[in-house]
């Protein structure tokens, strides 16, 4: 789950590579670490891109690569890799799934 990796201080590699062999289905989401009276602060899941934010268009794009470069990512096999994004009270859910599509397409894109 990239959400949990700012929270654990680690990177995707050092998080992925010890359960390579294990690993079944992969979360892209966010998370806020530094400002604990943010109404997202924690493992809340708040969109990408937040204000306080941890994860954005750079960790995901360094994420899929480590997911890409131990096979998890193929078509023959495909995995199961799904955003875990909410909105917050004042946010849209269609305009925060929106915003995880294009952090996706922009991280795919480095790729």
């Given amino acids: 789950d990239l959400s949990h990796l700012p929270l654990l ?4 590699a050092q998080a992925i590579m010890p ?3 294990y690993l079944v289905h992969a979360h892209m ?3 806020i670490l530094q400002d604990k009276k943010h109404p997202g602060y924690g493992d809340q899941h708040p969109r990408f ?4 934010g941890e994860n954005d268009v750079k960790e995901l794009t360094e994420y899929l690569k480590v997911l890409l470069n131990i096979g998890f990512l193929n078509p023959q096999n495909q995995p199961i890799v799904s955003f875990e994004v909410k909105p917050l009270a004042d946010e849209s859910s269609e305009v925060v799934i ?3 599509k294009r952090v996706l397409r ?6």
């Fill in 98 to 100: 929106a915003n995880a």
């Fill in 9 to 12: 201080g680690e990177t995707p």
């Fill in 49 to 52: 891109g937040i204000k306080g």
């Fill in 19 to 21: 359960i390579k062999d």
């Fill in 29 to 31: 989401g966010n998370c």
């Fill in 106 to 111: 922009e991280a795919w894109a480095h790729i």
